[in-house]
């Protein structure tokens, strides 16, 4: 049991691995002390590590037994010992056939006691876990999403290469643009006065390329977007970014649709549907008031504005239009039950100011506004509805736009209240025609909706200077279980096109050249068409590991606010680094 130039192994097996069939092997395991009791005749030590746990098990004749008594919880252990079978078998565990009997044991370092239980179901909350990230991947659940992490990556790598992708590093250092989110600076000591940007996506880089002609490219890449944080947002996250040449939007989801299909399978051997659904956007804000609408249940709006209005009923007559949903099998709800889901509607998280309600039960119709509605005009909602015995409606009105969106966030949050959305049921669709640009109100200005490399869709193209709130994208998403999984376009190609849609933005000509004139340039020289898309890897990991939080599948994220409170990041830097950079700090009053 030595290596080949003679020292001592550490180990010649993992606490995972051990069978029935390895009974009699003198064998050497290191790992840690996950679990030590003493039951007066026999010390137990469960040793773990990677891999799985072995029982270790010392008799209380044996001259290591009082020897045990001195572990604690996590020092680091080392077994030299017989494998035996078990007496008593353990079935939940794959080692839990055999045990070993020790002959030596050696503390290879020892350690304080955790600040949280090293447990599946820990008693750390999840800003101590973060402080303390080192131990919190010692458990399970995080050990395992990482692992996960890494075969999607393996797998996404390998298809992608056989496929012909090559694998190109794009710069980190790069340059600021003023358009999407807030970008990351770093000052350049070497060129005071001026700065780099993080990336928030190899965009340019990727039609780089493109017009360098190598056809098909992919990176798994880190990028930075300094916005507000939430449970599947981080200041830095890693895409596959992915960009092909000669190409229309239907070939790429042909070319990333199988892609999809093969990781879910390999990964979690989950067969997805043979052919994604597509969805227009316009159908998707119609029926779901989101773009990345979850269908795993149905719910889908139903516009009554032309049954309610004129009744007398302030909040409907006064209204732009009157949604509703339709809660199938609900049954019949209370008055207490009622008031919750009025409260949920109105609450700062859905933003309703109003929810009407009316339900079938026991064979009648009842509404909340029954004072301006008879029996016969409820029917003829819940005709529209096709609300059966057992079915609640819930309806809101306002502006358009505003119940849309008011209405789908509550869509969501009844179907989690009533258990309709099961991480294991996978449900994902295209949406694409997504409008090219949108309107900003803060700033009175027209901006991309994605993102201004974007192409219009053909036809649509001479509308960007006469109605450019009707022109659409070449632009597509595919979403999974109501979130945004990847997106992508295809892209203008020529520079004629792109100053187009850059003055459209608000650019002048001189600021186009100064922001993007290295890619229009590279456009005279022959650029191809092009288009891409990129996938959102943490995400994906998070949905294809049944959870909703990314955090999990990061080995070391941010908190909410974007501080790793493991290593005090950020923080303040020396004068001296801010004098060799000639920057002052000046902080908010």
């Not at 659940?141 to 496929?163: A, C, D, F």
């Not at 949903?325 to 609900?330: F, N, Q, W």
Request: with cysteine.
């Amino acid at each position: 049991l030595t290596t080949s130039s003679g020292w001592p192994k550490l180990r010649t097996h993992t606490c995972g691995e051990l069978r029935i069939s390895d009974v009699g092997k003198e064998v050497i395991l290191a790992g840690w002390v996950h679990q030590s009791r003493d039951l007066n005749h026999f010390y137990f030590v469960d040793l773990r590590d990677r891999y799985g746990i072995t029982q270790v098990v010392v008799p209380s004749d044996s001259e290591l037994y009082n020897y045990c008594k001195t572990l604690g919880r996590e020092y680091v252990l080392l077994v030299k010992g017989k494998v035996i079978e078990r007496s008593r078998k353990n079935m939940k565990r794959a080692t839990g056939d055999i045990e070993v009997i020790p002959s030596v044991l050696d503390i290879l370092n020892t350690s304080l006691v955790p600040p949280f239980l090293i447990e599946n179901n820990t008693d750390g909350g999840e800003d101590l876990r973060m402080k303390y990230r080192y131990l919190d991947i010692r458990r399970e659940p995080v050990r395992e999403s990482l692992i996960l992490r890494h075969k999607v990556g393996n797998l996404i790598r390998n298809y992608l290469t056989k496929q012909d992708f090559i694998e190109i590093e794009t710069p980190v250092l790069i340059k600021s643009t003023p358009e999407g989110a807030r970008d990351f600076v770093v000052p350049s000591r070497m060129n005071p006065g001026t700065f780099y940007a993080l990336p928030q996506s190899p965009q340019t880089f990727k039609q780089l390329l493109m017009v360098g002609g190598l056809d098909k490219y992919f990176q798994i890449v880190k990028c930075f977007r300094d916005e507000e944080l939430r449970a599947d947002r981080q200041p830095e996250f890693t895409q596959i970014d992915c960009e092909m040449s000669f190409v229309d939007e239907f070939d790429i989801i042909d070319t990333f649709e199988p892609l999809i299909r093969y990781v879910f399978k390999e990964a979690i051997d989950v067969q997805l549907p043979g052919l994604f659904p597509h969805m227009t956007y316009a159908d998707a804000m119609k029926y779901y008031g989101v773009d990345k609408p979850d269908t795993r249940f149905d719910m889908r709006f139903v516009d009554i504005t032309h049954l309610v209005k004129g009744k007398g009923f302030g909040p409907f007559d006064q209204a732009e239009a009157v949604l509703g949903i339709c809660a199938r099998g609900l049954g019949s709800l209370g008055s207490k039950q009622i008031s919750e889901y009025t409260k949920l509607a109105t609450s700062s998280e859905i933003g309703a100011k109003e929810l009407v309600w009316a339900q079938w039960s026991q064979g009648n119709l009842k509404c909340g506004a029954a004072k301006y509605f008879n029996t016969d005009e409820v029917k003829l909602w819940a005709e529209a509805f096709e609300a059966i015995e057992g079915d609640v409606m819930f309806v809101m009105a306002g502006k358009l736009n505003d119940v849309r969106v008011n209405l789908g966030r509550f869509r969501l949050a009844v179907a989690s209240k009533i258990g309709l959305r099961d991480p294991k049921v996978f449900k994902p669709l295209w949406v694409i025609d997504f409008p090219l640009f949108e309107w900003n109100e803060e700033h009175n200005r027209w901006q991309a909706c994605h993102h201004p490399f974007t192409s219009a869709v053909p036809e649509d193209f001479p509308k960007i200077d006469t109605d450019p709130g009707s022109v659409r994208a070449r632009a597509y998403d595919l979403v999974i279980n109501g979130i945004e999984v990847g997106g992508g376009s295809i892209r203008m190609h020529k520079r004629s096109d792109q100053m187009k849609v850059l003055t459209r933005l608000g650019f002048t000509e001189q600021q186009a050249e100064e922001q993007f004139g290295f890619l229009m340039n590279a456009f005279e020289y022959g650029a191809p068409p092009h288009g891409g898309l990129a996938f959102g890897f943490d995400r994906l990991c998070s949905i294809i590991g049944y959870q909703d939080n990314i955090r999990s599948f990061i080995a070391f994220p941010k908190n909410r606010e974007g501080r790793d409170t493991m290593i005090e990041a950020p923080s303040p830097i020396t004068d001296e680094q801010l004098a060799e950079l000639h920057i002052k700090v000046v902080l908010p009053k």
